[in-house]
């Protein structure tokens, strides 16, 4: 049997997805859901992230510790994260235990009852997390950066929210925020590996039904203008952290594979330009990339670089230079396609696991409604000529729509 998968849309709502993959001896099941950091009120600010710890805390049917050990004690592991824009519980195991997956994933997003006890233990913890990524200056550097690029809009808040949100979070409000987003409608159950679809579909048909959780749909926020006054900021560290940045391209924009192979051929790798041309040119980092993460109106896309607080200033002229470079000129057919043949392999060898894969499952469901498979994405890229590259560039690279951010030593 070949590769192939399969999408039903059940009569309560829930999307169920699966990818046969013949060859393998492992499967990867997620529970998704439609609802993100940007999907909450301000005074509800981190609610998404905090549920997705307390619902490890026990259910109805299990503790805290049975939870833990139900996918450790058949050799799998269980796992979750939260986005801006989506939820994830998934599970990773031998394909003779996906039923022990699915029913650990389905009891803890159906039947969860946040003791009150570990309400607040969880507080505590989410309050180090915080404090976690405060003391890494990149993490620090990129969460302020967002900030200052999307003020006043939900995109600009941290996933983790502010410590006087969480801290005033209750079981009411968890209960009341799953009732609200996590109604069968909001939820894709996505399986990759060796499975059968019809054998999850009649597991999702018996247990993630809900009659008492109606969608509550949050309009897509109006972006606020663009505020490119610097940001600078100070921290006891060695180095100078920079961002040289802008708001991005939305996950459906007709020049995302442009934008894509720009990513690539300024810092995707060490033979790229920026590499090549602050690091082994002159010396001035360690590490300078490229970043680049779409949502469903706009994204974010920049230059990162760890540098002496001597060198910021020509380390900012080496990349505006770099980046006008592609708008001046048209990029040598070998360096297109030594790009195009690096971001195909990324792609690719991405897929190696099943748990890249069920994540493409879902994440195609999420912003597309439908699987947009390796083939499609492999023909969008080689056909991308250089004269686009430039263009592109010619009005994406424009200093006026880029944000200034440091983080520079005390």
Same mark, same amino acid.
């Given at each position: 049997?070949?590769?192939?998968?399969?999408?039903?849309?059940?009569?309560?709502?829930?999307?169920?997805?699966?990818?046969?993959?013949?060859?393998?001896?492992?499967?990867?099941?997620?529970?998704?859901?439609?609802?993100?950091?940007?999907?909450?009120?301000?005074?509800?600010?981190?609610?998404?992230?905090?549920?997705?710890?307390m619902l490890f805390k026990?259910?109805?049917?299990?503790?805290?510790?049975? =939870?833990?050990?139900?996918?450790?004690?058949?050799?799998?592991?269980?796992?979750?994260?939260?986005?801006?824009?989506?939820?994830?519980?998934y599970a990773r195991c031998l394909d003779t235990e996906l039923t022990t997956a699915l029913g650990v994933l389905s009891d803890m997003v159906m039947n969860p009852i946040f003791p009150k006890e570990e309400i607040e233990k969880e507080k505590k913890v989410v309050i180090e997390e915080m404090k976690m990524y405060r003391d890494s200056p990149d993490d620090y550097l990129f969460e302020e950066f967002t900030s200052h690029l999307f003020q006043n809009h939900p995109l600009g808040r941290p996933i983790l929210g502010y410590e006087e949100t969480v801290s005033s979070f209750s079981d009411a409000d968890l209960f009341q925020y799953m009732r609200d987003r996590y109604a069968p409608e909001n939820l894709i159950v996505a399986v990759a590996g060796k499975v059968d679809h019809d054998a999850v579909l009649k597991y999702c048909e018996r247990v993630l039904i809900s009659q008492?959780?109606?969608?509550?749909?949050?309009?897509?926020?109006?972006?606020s203008p663009l505020n490119t006054t610097p940001l600078s900021l100070t921290k006891s560290i060695e180095q100078t952290h920079y961002i040289w940045g802008r708001r991005g391209l939305h996950f459906d924009d007709t020049q995302k594979y442009v934008l894509?192979?720009?990513?690539?051929?300024?810092?995707?790798?060490?033979?790229?330009?920026?590499?090549?041309?602050?690091?082994?040119?002159?010396?001035?980092?360690?590490?300078?990339?490229?970043?680049?993460?779409?949502?469903?109106?706009?994204g974010i896309w920049g230059v990162y670089v760890g540098t002496d607080k001597e060198y910021v200033d020509h380390v900012h002229e080496l990349v505006v230079e770099q980046l006008n470079l592609l708008a001046k000129e048209e990029i040598a057919s070998k360096e297109l396609s030594e790009a195009k043949a690096q971001l195909k392999g990324k792609l690719l060898l991405s897929q190696e696991n099943t748990s890249n894969r069920m994540m493409r499952l879902a994440k195609s469901e999420i912003?597309?409604?439908?699987?947009?498979?390796?083939?499609?994405?492999?023909?969008? =890229?080689?056909?991308?000529?250089?004269?686009d590259i430039m263009t592109f560039a010619q009005g994406f690279m424009s200093e006026s729509e880029f944000v200034e951010a440091k983080l520079i030593p005390k």
């Open positions: 049997m070949e590769d192939f998968i399969i999408k039903t849309v059940l009569a309560n709502g829930l999307t169920v997805v699966t990818e046969h993959i013949p060859s393998v001896k492992s499967v990867t099941a997620g529970i998704w859901v439609k609802s993100g950091a940007r999907h909450e009120t301000q005074k509800q600010a981190g609610v998404t992230h905090f549920l997705e710890h026990g259910t109805k049917n299990r503790t805290a510790f049975e =939870i833990a050990q139900s996918m450790e004690s058949v050799g799998g592991y269980l796992n979750a994260f939260t986005s801006t824009e989506y939820t994830c519980y008492d959780r109606q969608l509550v749909e949050h309009p897509i926020n109006v972006l894509l192979l720009t990513n690539t051929l300024l810092g995707g790798g060490m033979s790229s330009r920026l590499h090549q041309n602050i690091r082994e040119k002159y010396g001035y980092c360690y590490s300078v990339q490229t970043f680049n993460q779409s949502f469903l109106e706009t912003y597309y409604k439908r699987h947009v498979d390796l083939d499609e994405l492999v023909e969008h =890229i080689d056909r991308v000529p250089a004269e």
